[in-house]
Nanobody, 128 residues
Framework: QVQVVESGGGLVQAGGSLRLSCAAS??????????MGWFRQAPGKEREFVAA????????YYADSVKGRFTISRDNAKNTVYLQMNSLIPEDTAVYYC???????????????????WGQGTQVTVSS
């Protein structure tokens, strides 16, 4: 059983910052063997890709909508991936999900179907 748990969401004013954390664990789960990703789903919209990172942290990829404002990183010693979100805008309001993909250790995944384990999500609300 693999557990993926997000934290760090909340209410912030436009222009502000938040840092999301995602801790992954399991009896047979080796964090370094997984690529990690963040997705988000706004009310009335489909879930969309936000950012992804390879096993070492040296490879990252971002959706155009967040490029230059969000930064994904990981700490393999803590089995945790982070999403630093700066210059937030109301359009960033969504439930943010963290996901782990065992086939994404080296290559970056931007599609939901490439990920095997998902968290329950954390709400981010940006007020104008």
């Amino acid at each position: 059983q693999v557990q993926v748990v997000e934290s760090g969401g909340g209410l912030v004013q436009a222009g502000g910052s938040l840092r999301l954390s995602c801790a992954a664990s399991g009896s047979t789960f080796t964090f370094m063997n997984y690529g990690m990703g963040w997705f988000r789903q706004a009310p009335g919209k489909e879930r969309e890709f936000v950012a992804a990172i390879g096993w070492s942290g040296s490879s990252t990829y971002y959706a155009d909508s967040v490029k230059g404002r969000f930064t994904i990183s990981r700490d393999n010693a803590k089995n945790t991936v982070y999403l630093q979100m700066n210059s937030l805008i109301p359009e960033d309001t969504a439930v943010y999900y963290c996901a782990a993909g065992r086939r994404l250790r080296i290559r970056i995944g931007t599609r939901e179907g490439e990920y095997d384990y998902w968290g329950q999500g954390t709400q981010v609300t940006v007020s104008s």
